[in-house]
Structures are given as structure tokens and as C-alpha cells.
């Protein structure tokens, strides 16, 4: 059967976590979507992993799959496996031929639109995700498939290099010869380095055409699981658009982004990770957000009330909400109940994750944007352009907050272990979206999540 896990809110809801406790059960761990722009931290043993792009079962001996639907950077991509490999790993990566690759040129383009869009910006990882998609639906992307065969490469670089030189030059003003790019832009640079790529990929194995891969698995009795990255509120159809990433997080992605039918992806289970408040990398409106973010928080945007920059500053602190490189504070909101009904609706989820119910533990009362208003109308769900988004205030619900206590005992003891308080909550969620939970986070280790039902 597959598994499919989805973040159900804006990225960073520790899908991680739950891919790496459920991954346990299951034999292949596909991602079909998203590339290096993801990044999850493994701890296995002793060691602890950080991985932006393989697949995170690969580090405990599962087979990992980059889906058709993902973006690849070789680079990125043969850093972490020889990283695993010199830490004593064997790590069985795949990856679809249809696959698209990110090239030096996407990384730069993405840095300077970025740029040029000013207040449009979202805010992206930069590395060269959305440039990437672009051409793909451009139809003058690169594919795994071709980095294995020379022709086909020097043909596809030769038709696209000229294009991205004179946007470069022509539109942005920039010398695509310039030293410091490396090569970015520059045909024969490409050719070696790629098709260097691409002798790897084939030398080792690792290229496959994914759905009929993981169907032959399914066949065999395998299980797979299907690894989302990034979250509902920022898939470029279902999310704040123009404030989105470039694929599909939802669970539609994971039949279009491995080649498995939709009923295939249908008759297994499909698990939404739902974080216990909201954390924000990136711009655009946030109704439930408090405090306010400089550069990225709206001008008009967040609860700039004391109590609110406390509680905000309270959550950033317990739960790491800094930039992992930047240590820059991330934006963070209450729950907030229309983006998971929404998110619950556009995914079809069958249980619910719900991560970091510690980092609210001390916190009292706790609050949930129950609803919105907008233009004096009350709102359950998400309206579908983010300049309505930006209209709507949050009505709150408000709970009897919950200490901390000894959460690993709790996570060892089970669901009823978990304060009474915070299971009132917990069941709101439940209540509200018509989904059961299977798992609820409430801390980082790896036994620190309570496991209410196992989908395998
Ligand atoms: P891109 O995916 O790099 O193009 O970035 C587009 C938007 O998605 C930006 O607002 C990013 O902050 C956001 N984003 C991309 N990947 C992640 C992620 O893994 N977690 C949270 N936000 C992300």
C-alpha cells in the first residue's frame, strides 16, 4: 500500500519527524515534489543527518526515490549520498528519468527575480526551484533522462543557454561571461559538468522511470511511502499565490509527481502534518500571525500588541523558530481552522499528525482562529485569492492552556497520558476537520511522538 504524508500548512510542519517514525514500516520513500528548497534532519543512532534533498528513509536502508515531479540538483544530490556513503551509509537513491534538473543558471535567475519582483517577492530559498518549473512547463527543461546521453544534452543546452544569456543580459543587465558565475551560463562549462552528472547517475544505477518502479515494488508486496515537502498553503495551485513554491504539495502530486494512478495513491492513506500553531518563512498575509517580522511580515500585517510579540517571542523560543542559517526570526500565528479545512478538503486526508503540542505547553488560554471575517461575512475556509486573504481577520476560540510535563513518558504511556487540556484541543482538531488522529508530536527525539495508529 503508499502512505502519503502532506504538510497541511505553510512547510515546516516536522513531516520529517513523521516520515521517519512511519518510514520504519515501509520499503520505499518516494518524494514527488519539490527539490533542495525541503530540509530535514535525521537522527539515527548517535549520528543526526541534515538532508535537503534525498529522500530521509535512504539514511535507515530503505530504497529513496526523487519522483518525476521533483526538481533535481546533481550537485545538491551527490553531496548527500557521498556525505552518507563517508559516514558509513550505502544509501540506495533513485531517481526518475523524467525528473527535471536544476541548473547554475536557475539559481541565479532565482536570486534576481527575486529582486526585481520587490513586494510580489515570496521570499524563495534560492535555489533555483521556481526558475526551474518554468521551464519545465516552458518545455525547455533539462531531464534526468538526458543528462545520459550526450547528444541530447549538448541538443537541449545549445537551444536553451542562448535564451537564458540574453534574459540575463538583455532584461537584468548582467554580464553572463562574468568570472564569478562560474559558468553559469556558458554551453560547453555545462556539457562536461552535466554529462559528468549524468555518467554517475548511470554508472551507479540510479536512474529508473519511477511509476513503473514503484508499481513493480507495490506489486511485489512493498510498502511506499510518499514524502510531501513544503505545505498546502504554498502548492502554486491551492496556495497564497504569488507567495507559493513552485509544485504540488497536495496529495494530487503524488500521482502526477511518481506516475502511480490517483486510485493507487486513493486506496492507501493520505496523513496531513499539522503543526499546533503556525510558523512562516516568506511573505504575503498571515491572519493569525502575531508580532512582526521586518522584511517579511506586511506592513499592516501581525498583532504588534505586548502580549502578542510575548506569546510570539514565548513560541519562537520553545519551539526554534529561527532560520536554520539565518538564525532571522520566523513568523508565527495561531492555529488557524480555515486553512486546515481547507488543506483537509484539496488533500482528502484520511488521520492527522498534529506536531509540537509541547512548545504550547505554559501557554494560557491557547487560541485557534476558529474562523474569518471578510467584508463583514463570516468565513470557515480560505478564500481563494490571497488579496481576499489579506482581508480577513481571525475570530478565535480559546482553551484552557496545559503544563508542560514529561513528554517522553507520556509519548511511551500513549494518547491518554496527554493532558487533559491538550486533548481537548486535539479533539476540536479532529472534530473540526472529520479526520482522526494517528499521531500527535510533542517533542524532538524520535521518541517523543504519540502514536495513536500506524497507516501500514
Ligand atoms: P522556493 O520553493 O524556493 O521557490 O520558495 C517559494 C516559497 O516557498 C518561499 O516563501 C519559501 O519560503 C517557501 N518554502 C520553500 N520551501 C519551503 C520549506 O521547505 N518550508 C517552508 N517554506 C518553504
Not at 508580532?291 to 500585517?301: A, C, I, L, R, S
Not at 499528525?353 to 482562529?369: E, Q, R, T
Request: overall charge negative; charged content about 25%.
Amino acid at each position: 500500500m503508499t502512505v502519503t504524508i502532506v504538510g497541511s500548512q505553510l512547510g515546516d510542519e516536522g513531516k520529517g519527524g513523521i516520515v521517519d517514525l512511519y518510514g520504519d514500516s515501509a520499503d520505499v520513500v518516494v518524494r514527488y515534489q519539490g527539490g533542495d528548497n525541503a530540509g530535514h534532519t535525521v537522527v539515527h543512532g548517535d549520528e543526526t543527518y541534515k538532508l535537503s534533498l534525498v529522500p530521509s528513509g535512504a539514511v535507515r536502508g530503505k530504497t529513496g526515490v526523487l519522483g518525476n515531479g521533483c526538481v533535481v540538483n546533481p550537485e545538491t544530490l551527490f553531496e548527500e549520498v557521498d556525505a552518507l556513503a563517508e559516514r558509513g551509509l550505502d544509501p540506495d537513491v533513485r531517481v526518475a528519468e523524467r525528473a527535471h534538473v536544476i541548473l547554475p543558471y536557475h539559481r541565479v535567475l532565482d536570486g534576481i527575480e527575486e529582486a526585481e519582483k520587490e513586494d510580489l517577492a515570496a521570499g524563495t530559498t534560492g535555489r533555483g526551484i521556481g526558475p526551474t518549473y518554468e521551464d519545465k512547463a516552458g518545455r525547455r527543461g533539462i531531464r534526468v533522462g538526458d543528462l545520459l546521453d550526450a547528444d541530447v544534452l549538448r541538443q537541449r543546452l545549445e537551444y536553451v543557454v542562448p535564451q537564458k544569456r540574453a534574459l540575463y543580459s538583455e532584461v537584468f543587465g548582467g554580464d553572463p561571461d562574468d568570472p564569478e558565475l562560474d559558468g553559469a551560463f556558458d554551453v560547453e562549462t555545462l556539457f562536461e559538468r552535466y554529462r559528468t552528472y549524468g555518467e554517475r547517475i548511470a554508472e551507479e544505477g540510479m536512474a529508473v522511470d519511477c511509476g513503473a518502479f514503484l508499481d513493480d515494488r507495490l506489486e511485489a508486496g512493498d510498502d511506499v511511502m510518499m514524502e510531501g515537502a513544503q505545505g498546502t498553503s504554498i502548492d502554486i495551485d491551492h496556495g497564497i499565490y504569488p507567495y507559493v513554491t513552485s509544485s504540488n504539495p497536495t496529495a494530487g502530486g503524488a500521482s502526477t509527481g511518481t506516475g502511480l494512478g490517483p486510485t493507487v495513491v486513493g486506496q492507501g492513506e493520505v496523513v496531513g502534518i499539522v503543526k499546533a500553531y503556525l510558523s512562516r518563512v516568506g511573505t504575503g498575509p498571515l491572519p493569525t500571525e502575531m508580532g512582526h517580522v521586518e522584511g517579511q511580515t506586511p506592513e499592516d500585517g501581525g498583532d504588534t500588541s505586548d502580549e502578542a510579540e510575548e506569546i510570539a517571542t514565548y513560541i519562537r523560543d520553545e519551539g526554534g523558530e529561527y532560520g536554520t542559517v539565518t538564525g532571522r526570526p520566523r513568523r508565527v500565528g495561531w492555529l488557524d481552522m480555515p486553512m486546515l479545512r481547507h488543506a483537509a478538503r484539496a488533500n482528502g486526508f484520511t488521520g492527522l499528525a498534529v506536531n509540537h503540542l509541547d512548545v504550547l505547553a505554559g501557554l494560557d488560554p491557547v487560541k485557534v482562529g476558529h474562523a474569518y471575517e471578510m467584508d463583514g461575512e463570516e468565513r470557515r475556509s480560505m478564500p481563494a485569492t490571497t488579496e481576499q486573504w489579506g482581508r480577513c481577520t481571525a475570530t478565535y476560540r480559546e482553551f484552557d492552556g496545559w503544563e508542560a510535563v514529561d513528554w517522553a513518558a507520556v509519548a511511551e504511556e500513549g494518547y491518554d497520558a496527554l493532558p487533559e487540556n491538550a486533548r481537548t484541543f486535539l479533539e476540536y482538531i479532529s472534530d473540526e476537520l472529520d479526520t482522526p488522529i494517528y499521531a500527535v508530536g510533542v517533542g524532538p527525539g524520535r521518541d517523543e511522538t504519540v502514536v495513536v495508529e500506524n497507516p501500514f
